[in-house]
């Protein structure tokens, strides 16, 4: 049945992990757009107004750009210092408690008594 493998496909894990990314990401979106808003205010508090709009160079203006540059560094910011670099910090320590050994079974722990007591019978 040709539905049945399009139902396979729409249901395979990879698909739903991808649109439960992308919802949330589209999400995330707006959380990093206001952040960004609340730095781009104190930077207007700080130095006037944040928007570069009406920056111009030898009659060219380039303040659209600059608002464009100063908002993607923002962002990018926000996004390294917010998700990629805890999520790398917990990826670390995760991976230090995989390289730990793990604890004896109770069989191995019955096995080293047995033994022990078996040498000191001997």
Not at 11 to 31: P, Q, T, W, Y
Not at 46 to 60: E, K, Q, S, Y
């Amino acid at each position: 049945m040709p539905m049945k493998g399009f139902r396979d496909f729409l249901m395979r894990g990879n698909l739903i992990d991808l649109a439960v990314a992308f919802i949330l990401g589209a999400s995330f979106n707006a959380v990093v757009t206001a952040f960004t808003k609340i730095i781009m205010d104190l930077i207007g508090l700080i130095g006037g107004n944040p928007d570069f709009g009406t920056v111009a160079v030898g009659g060219v203006n380039i303040g659209q750009f600059l608002t464009a540059l100063v908002s993607f560094v923002i962002m990018a910011a926000v996004l390294y210092f917010g998700v990629v670099r805890p999520y790398k910090l917990l990826q670390g320590k995760l991976a230090k408690k995989k390289d730990e050994p793990a604890p004896p079974t109770t069989d191995e722990l019955l096995a080293e008594i047995r033994d022990l007591l078996a040498q000191s019978k001997g």
